[in-house]
């Protein structure tokens, strides 16, 4: 994994503290925070900037104590409707949203912080359809980029049933342009040109398997044939040699879907009544999205006792070589970006 080098200003080195105005090492202590958690206080000596030892990370400045930020990020990221924290906390609802706005932020600053698109690319992409109900019964809907052999989740997007909202998803995976072995899609018409425009090298056209779910017969399993003058015995070769199962069955069927639909019915079960607004379905995925690539070890993926317990934990983003070790909450939190640089 290659870690971007950046210069972190602000930043505790083993020499000591830099400035985050001006870089400065030339650093003196300055007393303490007159805050609830007495942060420790720090002076430049060169531009006489002054900043705490929480600088960067989550905490810095904030009037809620550190305990009240966890325990936010920890009801939202488990589905807990932020409307309904207020007299939990005793925070207004709108100190909660802004705080909950930067932790999506965050991680998705972090992500493209950690990740290098180097690094990884699926050999396998699953498209799956996602639904999301907003209060008042509007309906929304978005798709799911999905990575059966590492659980990864790749990217989503929320939307219309449309194809605009489909090529948004199809738009985010160009980066993996000739590089995905198998697409699998279902039988939404609209893909077939989104794989051509954007996974496809060339000629070089991804082997893509159209499985219809809802069309399923005790002889043959599901619906599935191939795209663009494939064979459906070439799928099911792709699939048994990716070690995702040996036909298209139910049982592969459930293989490759049981997570996506796990996902898509907490993701229905906790946005039901969070979103007022599309935004919040969306930041509600997004903070999905990152617990489960990040920070929640997969039990399919682990090591597990007798008793199924998790004993060795791996996260799909381990199992991809993005991130060589399972994220705890606070560790993100306390992660500090980048200070603005000296002028
Ligand atoms: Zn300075």
């Known amino acids: 994994m290659n870690k971007k080098t950046i210069r972190i200003h602000g930043e505790q080195t083993e020499k000591g503290w830099t400035c985050p105005v001006c870089g400065s090492s030339d650093i003196i202590g300055h007393g303490k925070q007159h805050n609830i958690d007495h942060h420790r206080r720090f002076k430049c000596e060169d531009c006489g900037k002054t900043f705490n030892e929480k600088i960067g990370t989550i905490f810095y400045h904030k009037k809620m104590p550190r305990d009240t930020i966890i325990t936010i990020i920890y009801l939202f990221l488990t589905g807990y409707p932020a409307s309904n924290m207020p007299p939990l906390v005793q925070v207004t609802e709108k100190s909660i949203r802004n705080l909950l706005r930067e932790v999506v932020g965050r991680f998705e600053k972090y992500e493209e912080f950690i990740s ?83 996974l496809a090298d060339g000629e070089e056209k991804p082997l893509t398997g159209v499985i219809n779910k809802s069309e399923y017969s005790e002889t043959e399993g599901f619906v599935t044939y191939a795209l663009f003058s494939g064979k459906r015995e070439s799928i099911e070769a792709k699939i048994s040699s990716l070690g995702l199962g ?52 997969h039990l399919t993926l682990s090591g597990k006792s007798s008793k199924n317990w998790i004993t060795v934990p791996v996260t799909p983003c381990m199992k991809a070589g993005i991130c060589d070790h399972q994220i705890s909450l606070i560790e993100i939190l306390n992660f500090r970006f980048i200070a603005p640089t000296p002028k």
């Open 246 to 297: 040996k036909k298209i069955t139910t049982a592969l069927i459930e293989c490759l879907n049981s997570q996506i639909r796990d996902l898509c019915n907490y993701i229905r079960r906790r946005s039901k009544r969070i979103p007022r607004l599309l935004s919040w379905g969306e930041k509600a995925v997004s903070c999905f999205k990152f617990m489960h690539n990040y920070l929640k070890a």
């Open 116 to 198: 290098d698109p180097d690094d990884y690319a699926p050999k396998v992409i699953e498209i799956d359809e996602i639904y999301i109900k907003i209060q008042g019964s509007r309906e929304f809907y978005g798709w799911l980029a999905y990575d059966p052999e590492n659980k990864y989740l790749i990217d989503f997007v929320v939307g219309k049933r449309d194809d605009e909202t489909l090529e948004e998803l199809f738009k985010k995976l160009e980066g993996y342009k000739g590089k995905v072995g198998l697409v699998l899609i279902d039988a939404y018409i609209g893909y077939v040109k989104f794989v051509e425009k954007y």
